[in-house]
């Protein structure tokens, strides 16, 4: 049996290590490959709904700030400071635990946050249980199949930041998505290619694949 | 936290009504929380806010 997240024996404590301590290096990423994050920002844009939105691990506010998403949830100190001088009310916490009512968003939003989760079907159960009905969730990670998830899976070790991480295939995220009852699945990829090599804002394709960022599209059911 | 955010939150372990503790509130700024507590009333739980941040981590997470 595939064990999503983290083993049994581990302390269900939230994985914000690398990012109270490396916060600087975090946000250093996002400048030195501004092409290939603008490119994420663009294929996750496409799938934003209109209506009140929500990130759950929002982290600095990257891609809430221009998206306007303007409530956060995080359990990250630093990332909380950052995000908040954005102008996003940000809530500490976790995505296994929301701390929001039920149905009060017309969509969610996570972008590489499933990796550092400790219990993923928890919390895609969790976003389903606030999102109103026919509620959209957007997930934006980088596909374990991949030429990049690959490669992060083999230099797992040596990453502050990806040593916590667990990866997924599409296909995964996917299977849980339908456990936690989402339906009707659209996805999009981008980042073809070598990161250093991204220069322009590359186009998004449909389906998955072939590059190494894909966004997912998922709706909450009409009824229960 | 503003306020009128109140009601959008709910309890991170029971989902219960979250209320502002009157009495817990040590700063404010207008019409912000900077210090002070929530209180579930269904699980008796209590959630500190700090720095204006309400911290709604399940205790065992703290």
């Known amino acids: ?224 | 936290m503003r306020r009128d955010l109140i009601d959008l939150l709910a309890c991170p372990i029971c989902k219960g009504d979250l209320i502002i503790e009157s009495e817990s509130i040590s700063k404010e700024e207008g019409d912000e929380i900077i210090e002070g507590r929530l209180y579930c009333s269904r699980c008796k739980e209590y959630y500190p806010i700090e720095d204006g941040v309400p911290i709604l981590l399940p205790p065992e997470m703290r």
Not at chain 1, 42 to 66: C, D, H, L, Q, T
Not at chain 1, 167 to 180: H, R
Request: proline share 3%; with cysteine.
């Open chain 1, 1 to 224: 049996m595939i064990r999503y997240g983290g083993r049994e024996t581990e302390e269900k404590m939230p994985k914000v290590e690398p990012f109270e301590l490396f916060y600087d290096r975090y946000e250093r990423w996002f400048e030195e490959n501004r092409y290939v994050y603008l490119s994420e920002l663009s294929a996750i844009k496409y799938f934003i709904p209109n209506g009140r939105g929500v990130e759950i691990g929002v982290g600095s506010g990257r891609f809430a700030s221009p998206l306007k998403i303007d409530v956060g949830v995080d359990p990250s100190q630093r990332m909380r400071e950052l995000s908040s001088k954005k102008g996003i009310k940000v809530y500490e916490g976790v995505g296994e635990n929301i701390p929001f009512e039920d149905g009060s968003f017309d969509y969610a939003l996570m972008v590489t946050t499933i990796c550092f989760l400790d219990d993923v079907q928890a919390s895609f159960n969790e976003v389903n249980r606030i999102l109103k009905p026919r509620g959209y969730f957007i997930i934006g990670f980088v596909d374990k199949e991949s030429s990049l998830g690959k490669k992060y899976s083999l230099k797992k070790e040596k990453s502050d930041f990806y040593r916590i991480a667990t990866f997924y295939s599409t296909q995964e995220v996917i299977d849980l998505l339908e456990k936690s009852g989402f339906i009707s699945y659209k996805t999009v990829q981008t980042i073809f290619g070598d990161l250093g090599d991204i220069s322009i804002v590359q186009d998004f394709e449909d389906g998955h694949g072939k590059g190494s960022f894909v966004v997912i599209k998922a709706s909450k059911r009409a009824f229960k």
